[in-house]
């Protein structure tokens, strides 16, 4: 392990590397005090434009909860319908760069310095990565997408495999099976994952090479200069602290709500705002523990965990389900997305709406608003990696195993809804009415020991809740510390508390769609950041290069 470098809180390079020569030094904006047992090291004024702002929304949003609610619903469709190409056409060139570096010699500098091993086994590493990066969402949209984009969604003009009485149509069943898959598969596969590498590599690229702090505005050095210790860097910084929490907030709503509707589809509780509330403040007092616990005490043994209790279910349906039907579907949505890559990543001319901008605009725009937290999160863990591992590792193999995920669940539900579409429960929360949170649960109650594995899931949904939470918590402190990683414990604690309090109140003030029109409208602005971003890591591989 290299030795921590006292300006930026972070092991120094080992080896070659081409260190910028700066005059800030790290934490000389902070505010530091000590109040009784708590003590506090804040930057000024990051720290206080993102606390202030994040405490001044959840009063407005309940205190004025009408006005709210009547905001965010119009909110989102305008963001979707008016910014869909702008959004696409970003993450295709978050793809694009991301592969450049895998073929080109910049894939040779390794993060850290020339001589810098890695910090983390490959096990440890991707338990981390994948539990903070796709947790919630894989479990609330692994039954529900696939299903949803086959039957309703119709991307690229596939034409739905039910009429208008729900009828089976024979001769759309193969087309709209493999579509559903592919379209799901798109969401999850190659461009998230490039958007979360972007993010990462930048930082991990400044910090641990160029000796930088570990906070966003050390990725743009090149361009800004100095400039990046001002008001310019704040800019960035805060909006990164925006996005991060917007983001967060819509996955913890997503979970609660999944978590509450499991509950009451196994146990019979009621499944109301209020008890979605209780989960929340419930999972977030848990996450408490594991973020003042750290990085390897807390988060990397859940993340562990997690990727245990998520093999073993993953296992399970494969299992039990229609094995050899899963099988062929998932190497046909496979090589349906390949095949249908290139139009489904069109920004322009196209008819199907309502999945381009319903779903493709607000991924992307969720996507982007994880980013700094994603992003982060990975580059404190893959510090000795070169780039080009680091890129494939980070973008390939995570993106397989989503495929692997939604081939599963979402081939086992495709495969019910055809088998018995008069009593499939999926069909019946997915098609029929549209009630999301239950569509895991209905999948499950066909399969054997439902009760087991639907309990599992629900324990799997609050687990995934917690890494977020306390991962999240753990970034947002570093970028409103000035990028130290050393923090003092009670301003994780304020980061984890109004994390779960903007979940709670946008959920009180308009539902999934608050959230949903939340995360859009941070993650719009932020999409620029990331695309200096990628000029930015041009620059800083070259210098590596040279050094």
Known sequence: MADENTNT??????????????????????????????????????????????VAFVFYALVFQEQASAMFGALRPWLTSTFDWFFITSANIFVLF?????????????????????????MGWFAMLFAAGMGIGLMFFGVLEPVYHMAISEP??????????????????????????????YHWGLHPWAIYAIVA????????????????????????????????????????????????ATSL??????????????????????????????ITAVALVSVVRGLDGGVKVLSEINMGLAALLLIFVLLVGPTLAILAGFGNGLVAYVADILPLSNPVGRGDDSYREGWTAF??????????????????????????????????????????????????????????????????????????????????????????????AIILVVVFFVTSSDSGSLVIDT???????????????????????????????????????????????FTLVLLLMCWAIFQGLRSELRA
Request: aromatic content about 10%; overall charge negative.
């Open 363 to 456: 991924y992307w725009a969720w996507w982007i608003s994880w980013s700094p937290f994603v992003g982060m999160f990975i580059a404190r863990v893959s510090r000795g990696r070169t780039v080009r591992e680091f890129i494939v590792c980070v973008l390939l193999i995570p993106s397989v195993v989503c495929v692997l995920w939604m081939a599963v669940f979402g081939g086992t539900a495709i495969d019910q809804v055809f088998a018995s579409p008069e009593t499939s429960l999926v069909k019946a929360n997915v098609i029929d009415s549209y009630s999301p949170e239950l569509s895991l649960f209905g999948m499950l109650a066909d399969l054997p020991m439902a009760s087991i594995t639907s309990t599992l």
């Open 156 to 185: 690229l003009g596939v034409a739905s495999p039910f009429d208008a009485d729900g009828n089976i149509i024979p001769g759309n069943v193969d087309a709209a099976r493999e579509m559903g898959l592919a379209a799901t598969i």
């Open 479 to 525: 970028i409103t510390a000035g990028g130290k990683v050393d923090a003092p414990v009670p301003q994780r604690i304020f980061w984890c508390v109004f994390e779960g309090a903007v979940a709670i109140v946008l959920l009180l003030g308009g539902g999934l769609g608050a959230l949903q029109a939340m995360v859009i409208s941070t993650g719009l602005p």
């Open 253 to 282: 709503g997503f979970g609660a709500q999944q978590a509450a509707a499991g509950l009451e589809f196994v146990y019979g509780i009621e499944n109301t705002l209020n008890l979605q509330v209780i989960l929340i403040t419930g």
């Open 98 to 122: 991301c592969l450049l570096l895998i073929v080109t010699p910049f894939g040779r500098v390794r993060l850290g310095g020339a001589e810098a091993t890695p910090d983390y086994s490959y």
């Open 201 to 248: 590599l930048a930082l991990a690229l400044f910090s641990y090479n160029k000796g930088l702090p570990l906070t966003i505005r050390s990725a743009f050095y090149p361009i800004f200069g100095e400039r990046v210790w001002g008001w310019t860097g704040h800019i960035i910084d805060v909006l990164a602290v925006f996005a991060t929490l917007f983001g967060l």
């Open 9 to 54: 809180g972070i092991p120094v390079p080992e080896g070659t590397s081409d260190i910028i020569e700066t005059d800030y030094t790290i934490g000389q904006d902070n505010y530091e005090t000590q109040v009784g047992p708590i003590g506090l090291d804040i930057h000024n004024p990051v720290f206080a434009i993102s606390g202030l702002s994040i």
